[in-house]
């Protein structure tokens, strides 16, 4: 069924020789437009983490006005909770997100946690059997920062929930 001789052998070592240089190059070039790539979602990942905590670290404005336990506990409905890490946040309305940064302090890393409540009438924070209880009706919003055991809330200007 042939019609002619078959030819079994290897190729000149210059054909060889050429094919091996050529894998090399798709290799090297494989590896640089990997790296090159990781490269450039290192440095996006980076600038979008600097914008997020760059937008949570400028938080300012006035302390929250401090609200009677007893009018907290006296609503009719229950509120909405929360547990984040090791606090228990308690809302009557709006909404809230949180995330965690990280703070050098006499050369330690101290991380801690920062939640943003959208609009709630009253709002109450516990940690560790301290309970903090604040007044913020009137569509105030509020930033809460959790550091250690220290417990602040300033009242911030209004933003949406993503």
Not at 82 to 95: I, K, M, W
């Amino acid at each position: 069924m042939a019609t002619g001789p078959s030819l079994v052998g290897k190729l000149p070592v210059e054909v060889r020789a050429h094919q091996r240089w050529r894998r090399v190059g798709l290799a090297v070039g494989l590896v640089v437009v990997l790296v090159a790539g990781a490269q450039v979602m290192a440095r996006r990942d980076r600038a979008e983490e600097a914008r997020r905590d760059a937008a949570w670290r400028r938080l300012a404005g006035p302390s929250c006005p401090a609200l009677e336990p007893k009018i907290f506990r006296a609503q009719a409905r229950y509120p909405q909770a929360t547990p984040y890490d090791e606090v228990l946040y308690r809302r009557f309305g709006g909404a809230m997100t949180c995330t965690h940064l990280v703070d050098r302090v006499g050369g330690a890393k101290l991380r801690y946690q920062v939640c943003k409540f959208s609009a709630p009438e009253y709002l109450a924070v516990a940690q560790e059997g301290m309970e903090r209880f604040y007044d913020l009706s009137n569509g105030r919003s509020a930033a809460i920062t959790v550091k250690k055991d220290q417990i602040s809330c300033i009242v911030i200007s209004p933003f949406k929930v993503k």
